[in-house]
């Protein structure tokens, strides 16, 4: 079974600061690594994902993750942050079971951008 | 027009009647998924469909069922509501490469 943990639920940042949010999971498989965001009252759109290859991964809007497999970590960057990026963050992870793959997601970072 | 979407959007129902919710996509995909998202629980799978034929419950499939009519709908039920079934859904697809899933924009569902 596959789990991940986002470690922080709520993250303030002042604007143009830069931000960092974290993702750990655990899988007895390879995996395949995602981050999701959710704007107020939307669903969900993706950020970025790593399926293989370098483990630097850029997505939209100037976020960028680094797979860390020792670390069994995904964390979520972005050097300089704006009002628009106040969102819900979510972290999720699809083992390599091929034919079964399902997502299984974090429980979601809220990003909050202080002007 | 959204490539998959949801109705309805928003739905206030009471205890004990059945209520559905429906989800059409235009992607092609043939794996679609239900999910709720409670606060502070992120999203949780309540059923999944790699194709027509084929259903398969998620992590919290008690009290729901489903129905894949065709390749591009996939509706779920609730055959008696409950208040602790208040919460946002979301219908998903994907394509048979697994990876990414697309989301519709959630049904907003309240049980009083």
């Known amino acids: 079974a596959q789990s991940v943990t986002q470690l922080d639920s709520q993250v303030p940042v002042f604007e143009e600061a830069p931000v960092e949010l974290r993702c750990n999971y655990s899988s007895s498989v390879s995996v395949y690594l995602f981050w999701y965001v959710q704007y107020p009252n939307q669903g969900l759109q993706l950020l970025l994902k790593y399926l293989s290859g370098s483990t630097l991964v850029k997505g939209i809007n100037g976020f960028e993750a680094e797979f860390n497999k020792s670390q069994t970590s995904f964390h979520l960057r972005k050097p300089s942050v704006h009002i628009s990026d106040t969102a819900e963050y979510f972290c999720a992870v699809s083992d390599l079971n091929f034919g079964n793959e399902k997502l299984t997601f974090g429980t979601g970072t809220r990003l909050t951008i202080i002007p | 027009d959204a490539d998959v979407t949801q109705t309805p959007r928003n739905r206030i129902t009471k205890t004990g009647k059945r209520i559905m919710l429906e989800c059409s996509q235009t992607?092609?995909?043939?794996?679609m998924y239900w999910y709720r998202q409670d606060p502070g629980l992120g999203l949780r799978l309540i059923y999944y469909?790699?194709?027509?034929?084929?259903?398969n419950k998620g992590e919290i499939s008690d009290g729901y069922s489903v129905s894949r009519q065709a390749q591009a709908k996939f509706s779920l039920s609730l055959e008696s509501a409950i208040p602790n079934q208040t919460a946002l859904y979301f219908c998903a697809t994907s394509d048979i490469n697994g990876g990414e899933q697309y989301f519709g924009p959630g049904t907003r569902l309240t049980v009083t």
């Open positions: 469909s790699f194709d027509v034929k084929d259903i």
């Open positions: 992607k092609g995909h043939d794996r």
